[in-house]
């Protein structure tokens, strides 16, 4: 077994090793979603490992590209997401061969630390590679009454012009700066990439001067949840921005919003606490106390649209 990196002629192989290894139960694996995901990313294309055997493709690992900001200083991650071992060559420590080269890799590359939502099969194999757990994910749960109509507006809709969008942006960017905590940078193509044109999940999306809201629905046993995966709003948006959340709840059937971002606009009736996954860590090239920041996720200002799995 060798291991290299991947290039754009292995796609096909590498999907046929995704979807012997999962299956198409847990996401569609087509090239447009391969590409959208670790080529199209504006944080750059991801680092992509292949095991390698007998000329065929046995394990694939990818962590994608990502940033946060803390301040004026950036810092540059991966997203540890796709991995699979075909079921014919598992046993070999494929996925612990892959990752640990991958570390190596990301570690000469100047990067600074890796990120991710693991689930609870695949965390005890992350913590043996020198993962840390940071914490469950805070998540705001509002309850709603979807039968009760608001004031009819398009809710679906993209009408501002993109300098609007990127004044949002730089405005929400600068605030964040001034509260010295790790947060995603925001901007006009990084939106775009991230919800219009993704192809893995239609969101709601309504922007105006003042508001961006990007949302899907969850559907669980008994309820539909809405999901607030982005929330910019200045002050003298709030109220449109309920009645546009107000109005999905009501298209949709929804009787509960979830979101990382406060909207104390929205509700009285909410509840907060670590209803999210397990976010985890890994050190590259930080300092001691920039990791122990990391660790601490009341150093981050975050979205679900920034932490959740796609």
């Known amino acids: 077994m060798h291991i290299r990196e991947a290039e754009e002629k ?71 997401v796709d991995t699979a071992t075909h079921p014919n060559h598992q046993g070999k420590g494929v996925f612990k061969k892959l990752t640990l080269e991958a570390i190596q890799r990301a570690k000469l590359a100047k990067h600074h630390f890796i990120f991710n939502t693991p689930n609870q099969q695949s965390l005890p194999g992350y913590l043996k590679m020198k993962w840390e757990i940071v914490d469950k994910i805070k998540v705001h749960l509002y309850l709603t ?16 012009i993109e300098t609007e969008i990127q004044d949002l942006c730089d405005s929400y960017n600068k605030q964040n700066n001034l509260q010295g905590k790790f947060y995603t940078p925001k901007n006009v193509s990084y939106l775009s990439w991230r919800f219009q044109n993704n192809p893995m999940q239609v969101y709601d999306i309504f922007e105006e001067k003042g508001i961006y809201l990007a949302a899907y629905v969850k559907q669980h046993k008994n309820i539909k949840e809405l999901r607030i995966s982005e929330a910019m709003v200045t002050e003298d948006q709030r109220k449109l921005a309920k009645i546009v959340i107000k109005n999905w709840c009501s298209k949709h059937g929804a009787y509960i919003v979830s979101s990382a971002i406060a909207l104390n606009f929205l509700s009285r009736l909410n509840l907060s606490g670590g209803f999210g996954p397990v976010l985890t860590a890994r050190d590259l090239n930080l300092s001691s106390q920039e990791y122990s920041e990391v660790l601490d996720l009341d150093s981050f200002i975050y979205t679900l649209g920034d932490l959740e799995l796609f």
């Open 10 to 80: 292995d796609i096909p192989e590498i999907l046929r090793v995704l979807k012997a290894s999962l299956g198409e139960t847990s996401s569609k694996k087509t090239e447009d979603i391969w590409r959208y995901k670790h080529l199209d990313n504006p944080f750059g294309k991801s680092l992509v490992l292949l095991a390698i055997e007998d000329d065929n493709i046995i394990g694939v690992r990818a962590f994608m590209k990502w940033q946060w900001k803390k301040k004026d200083e950036t810092f540059f991650c991966f997203r540890a």
């Open 145 to 160: 009454y979807p039968k009760k109509i608001s004031r009819e507006i398009n809710t679906n809709t993209i009408n501002s």
